[in-house]
């Protein structure tokens, strides 16, 4: 099974950006639909974005557009979240995670720290 490890988080300050990277082994990113999970402290698990690495289709919840973009790269195995102007509400753990066809969210990554102060 695909396993999954995410980077790119920090300290910023708000109106930076950020790059998240999530590099998959054991497992090829085209035959998985990918998303980008985020979990602010005392709130729920928030999605943020889908895509499908075999042909590049992407998906944002309505509360996700503008700032946020997903991508990936396929030579290297890895889907990134571009994060635009953010905002202090944006701090959390930022975890990638990998599904099956139209099954829910298997296989997750350890998530990566983000940070925004005001």
């Known amino acids: 099974q695909v396993q999954l490890v995410e980077s790119g988080g920090g300290l910023v300050q708000a109106g930076d950006s950020l790059r998240l990277s999530c590099a998959a082994s054991g497992g090829s990113l085209r035959t998985y639909r990918m998303g980008w999970f985020r979990k602010a402290p005392g709130k729920e698990r928030e999605f943020v974005a889908a895509i499908w690495p075999s042909d590049g289709s992407v998906f944002y919840p309505d509360s996700m557009k503008g700032r946020f973009t997903i991508s990936t790269d396929n030579a290297k195995n890895a889907v990134y979240l571009q994060i635009n102007s953010l905002k202090p509400e944006d701090t959390a753990v930022y975890s990638c995670?990998?599904?099956?066809?139209?099954?829910?969210?298997?296989?997750w990554g350890q998530g990566t720290q983000v940070t925004v102060s005001s």
């Open positions: 995670a990998a599904a099956r066809g139209v099954q829910r969210y298997e296989y």
